[in-house]
């Protein structure tokens, strides 16, 4: 079984792909953390990462990168949302998130184009979304405990302006997949969602 999980920044996205392959016992792929690794190893070697050729180079970015926990900074996940609208780039990770996806045994895997794109087969297909306040205000709580200093103001902009690129690019656009379940979890906590998730799964296999 193949579950899709896609949705915006900070929707919950990864918090509920994880669960469900904990709960179903699958593998589980955060996409988001690939063009992470391609926009941090961009500016490390001081490339732009708006220019093509200079983003195309750092998807050679070494594995070990994955687990760099730089990766998951705000400043980390605005650099992956400017490599991520090159096509070259998101060739060159397609067939790494396409081999995990048709492993036996099924995978979950979690971005934004997983069931468009990478898994349109996928028998379940979740879109998880929330308000751009709802959205806001977790990350907020999550960089606070990390003692990021950042402000809720500047988390909304943020957001608000990763949704926008997401969503306008011309290669695979942040969109649900027609036949997606869409999960607003705006004012449902994460065991809620959770188990709304698993619902929904369990209806369509
Ligand atoms: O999900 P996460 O916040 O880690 O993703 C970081 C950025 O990577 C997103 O804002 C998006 O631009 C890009 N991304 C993508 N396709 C995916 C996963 C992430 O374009 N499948």
Same mark, same amino acid.
Do not use: F, K, M, W
């Given at each position: 079984m193949?579950?899709?999980?896609?949705g915006p920044t900070a929707s919950g996205k990864g918090t509920i792909a994880r669960a469900l392959?904990?709960?179903?016992?699958?593998?589980?792929?955060?996409?988001?953390?690939?063009?992470?690794?391609?926009g941090h190893q961009c500016a490390k070697v001081g490339g732009n990462p708006d220019d093509p050729d200079d983003a195309l180079a750092a998807t050679t970015f070494a594995d070990a990168l994955l687990e760099n926990p730089d990766l998951r900074s705000e400043e980390t996940?605005?650099?992956a949302s400017r490599v991520s609208v090159h096509p070259a780039v998101r060739q060159a990770l397609f067939e790494r998130q396409r081999a995990f996806?048709?492993? %036996?045994g099924g995978a979950v895997l979690d971005g934004r184009d997983?069931?468009?794109v990478i898994a349109p087969e996928a028998v379940a297909k979740l879109f998880v979304t929330a308000s751009v306040k709802a959205r806001a205000e977790r990350r907020f709580l999550e960089m606070q405990a990390r003692g990021?200093?950042?402000?809720?103001?500047?988390?909304?902009?943020?957001l608000a302006a990763r949704d926008e690129r997401d969503?306008?690019? %011309?290669a695979a656009p942040l969109v649900a997949?027609?036949?997606a379940a869409v999960l607003d979890n705006s004012d449902l906590c994460a065991e809620a969602s959770i188990a709304a998730a698993i619902a929904l799964v369990e209806a369509r296999r």
């Open positions: 193949v579950i899709a999980v896609d392959a904990r709960h179903y016992g699958l593998p589980h792929l955060d996409t988001g953390l690939l063009y992470r690794a391609v996940g605005g650099l996806a048709t492993q %036996a997983i069931g468009t990021a200093p950042v402000t809720l103001d500047e988390i909304e902009a943020d969503r306008s690019r %011309a997949a027609p036949d």
